[in-house]
């Protein structure tokens, strides 16, 4: 599993988990957040391998049918790749504005 995979299924798994079932929460977060191997769940749950499989790879394409739908992830990239423009426009050309710059800095707090 690619290191890009797990870091996209942990920002969609934040952006959507409530809107999972108890069991697709906690075995997305197992599998992706702690590591865990598909075996180990199957252990902790008492069901087979392939029923988390197959869990796991129907709540993958729920996370991306959400995102698809909602925007929410590939939003916050685009607000927070325009914060930091604007932060650096601001540090260069405008380092006396600090009022604005706190602004600025507020706006990325919430968004973080």
Known sequence: ??????????????????????KQMNYIELYYADDYSLAEIADEYDVSRQAVYDNIKRTEKILENYER??????????RKEIIEKIKGKLMKEYPEETEIFEWVQTIQEIEE
């Open 1 to 22: 599993m690619s290191i890009e995979k797990t870091n996209r299924m942990n920002a969609l798994f934040e952006f959507y988990s409530t809107l999972l079932t108890e």
């Open 69 to 78: 739908k909602l925007h929410l992830y590939s939003n916050y990239v685009v």
